[in-house]
């Protein structure tokens, strides 16, 4: 069974930084994308940054310039970190995992969310 466990989120002033993490527990790290999507308050979530096994990252055009994301395999982690937040970033921040499987279609697994607050 796979479980992510994020940390992280909080409350910061526009203009400032955060990082988050998620670790995923699993047997196996075996994984086709893994990264962040986010849900505004009304909005539908979307992607904010994903990343291959192999480190080919993925990024929303809102972010690209000011969010980074990294892989630690060692650690079966992965980390965003955030700079020059904007107030538009405010929104719950949700680990994703797509598990590759042999001989089975990839399995989805999303983490608990974290509350990302920026202040104008």
């Known amino acids: 069974q796979v479980r992510l466990v994020e940390s992280g989120g909080g409350l910061v002033q526009a203009g400032g930084s955060l990082t988050l993490s998620c670790e995923v527990s699993t047997s196996s790290f075996s994984f086709t994308d893994l990264g962040w999507y986010r849900r505004a308050s009304g909005n539908q979530r979307e992607l904010v940054a994903t990343?291959?096994?192999?480190?080919?990252?993925t990024y929303a055009d809102s972010v690209k310039g000011r969010f980074t994301i990294s892989l630690v395999n060692a650690k079966k982690s992965v980390y965003l970190q955030m700079n020059s937040l904007k107030p538009e970033d405010t929104a719950v921040y949700y680990c994703?995992?797509?598990?590759?499987?042999?001989?089975?279609?990839?399995?989805?697994?999303w983490g608990q969310g974290t509350q990302v607050t920026v202040s104008s």
């Open positions: 990343t291959t096994r192999g480190g080919a990252a």
């Open positions: 994703y995992y797509r598990e590759m499987r042999p001989f089975d279609t990839p399995r989805e697994y």
